[in-house]
């Protein structure tokens, strides 16, 4: 089994980490202003419908997420689980100080955006969030809906939840990555075709966010287990990706994303935009597993901004919400802003984005080097 990423794969996956959060935010800018000009659910002309879809849609690279995470995880306990010396206990610390302390920022900020009745993608704000409240805590949101103005949290609960799955399945298969996988792709299917038939069967549970939440998170664990798949031979499987077949997968993600984008356009219910992951993901798969042809590390003026992409992506995505809601609330009081929600929007984008860029790659390096300070003493004891 080999594990190790070259070089070049890891600074493409620090890039792509980066310029993905880069446009979750924009598109949340995008969908911000457009929703202050247009209302949220108000139907407008056939080209906001289409640009709504194009630049208020950031589906297509939340997946890479997953399947980035499932590369970095599977190689954090894939020797633990082989050789028999995983520790629940040190991978959970590991697990939990990556995660909380920059959600522990971004949850209290989207309560003050909540206390003043802030929202995004919504006409009317939960005035009762607490089963939210309560879920979060736990990062177990995806069962209840997210708490107000903290929609991007979503994706965490699944984190989290693929966190405890696959290494119990992998020392369940005493090791064997190829096993895991088939039973997570076998298994996927066989959860899901049940919520259709349940949904089938009693269309009033069409509504319930438990199930819709178990939905979300089994279609997109394929996604996470594809990128743990590599991770288990990277080596063997980036000496397949030749250019010709790397340009082939950047094509294939791109056709992905053309999917999510008519799916937005038409409005489809939410479980269509999870199955439109899996359109994508043999293309991301490819895309990740290329990064030789790129040859970023014989690059030295752009491995700081690759490294500086990937410190800027976990603090970008967690807090630009909560941030934006409430800088855009700020500007409101500005009457000369409201009249051009446009102008309004594209300022509080700006200055999010800018605050951002200052302090999140700094947060992101002083939790990480306390973090390690923390796994260090632990290993000591």
């Known amino acids: 089994m080999d594990q190790r990423l070259d070089k070049d794969s890891e600074l493409l996956l620090d890039a792509l980490r980066g310029l993905a959060a880069f446009v979750v935010l924009f598109a949340h800018g995008f969908e911000l202003a457009a929703g202050s000009a247009f209302g949220w659910h108000t139907p407008n002309t056939e080209g906001w419908r289409w640009a709504r879809a194009i630049f208020g849609n950031a589906d297509w690279c939340v997946w890479g997420f997953f399947v980035i995470s499932g590369i970095c995880i599977h190689r954090s306990i894939a020797r633990g689980v082989a050789s ?6 040190r991978y959970g610390l590991a697990r939990v100080t990556r995660l909380y302390p920059l959600f522990l920022i971004g949850f209290p900020l989207a309560i003050v955006a909540w206390s003043f009745g802030l929202d995004f993608a919504v006409d009317e704000v939960n005035r009762k969030p607490w089963p939210q409240l309560g879920a979060s805590i736990f990062n177990l949101q ?3 809906t997210p708490f107000p103005a903290f929609g991007p949290s979503w994706s965490l609960s699944c984190e989290v939840l693929y966190y405890a799955a696959w290494p119990a399945l992998l020392l369940l298969m005493k090791g064997r990555t190829d096993a895991a996988t088939r039973w997570v792709m076998v298994g996927s299917v066989v959860v ?3 919520i259709v ?3 089938q069967l009693k269309p009033e549970r069409s509504s319930s966010a438990l199930l819709q939440g178990l939905w979300t998170t089994t279609a997109l664990f ?3 287990v594809t990128g743990a798949a590599m991770s288990s031979r990277w080596e063997a499987f980036t000496a397949l990706i030749t250019r010709k077949v790397w340009f082939i997968g950047i094509l ?3 056709i992905g994303a053309v999917i999510s984008i008519v799916f937005k356009y038409n409005h489809s219910q939410g479980f269509r935009m999870d199955l439109a992951a899996w359109f994508s993901l043999p293309g991301l798969a490819i895309l990740m597993a290329g990064g030789r042809h790129l040859g970023l590390a014989a690059k030295p003026h752009l491995i700081p901004l690759c490294r500086w992409l990937s410190q800027f992506s976990y603090p970008c995505y967690i807090l630009h919400m909560p941030l934006l809601l409430l800088v855009h609330h700020a500007g409101g009081q500005v009457a000369s802003l409201k009249a051009h929600p446009f102008l309004h929007a594209g300022l509080s ?3 999010v984005l800018t605050l951002l860029a200052i302090i999140g790659p700094a947060l992101e390096r ?7 300070r923390v796994l260090s003493g632990e290993t000591r004891a």
Request: without cysteine; hydrophobic residues 75%; positive net charge.
């Open 252 to 254: 294939l993600w791109l």
């Open 197 to 199: 038939m349940i949904w």
């Open 192 to 194: 899901l075709f049940s």
């Open 84 to 89: 028999g010396q995983f520790n629940w206990w």
């Open 142 to 144: 995806i069962f209840t």
């Open 222 to 224: 394929p996604l996470w």
């Open 366 to 372: 002083f939790f990480m080097a306390w973090r390690s």
């Open 349 to 351: 984008f700006a200055i």
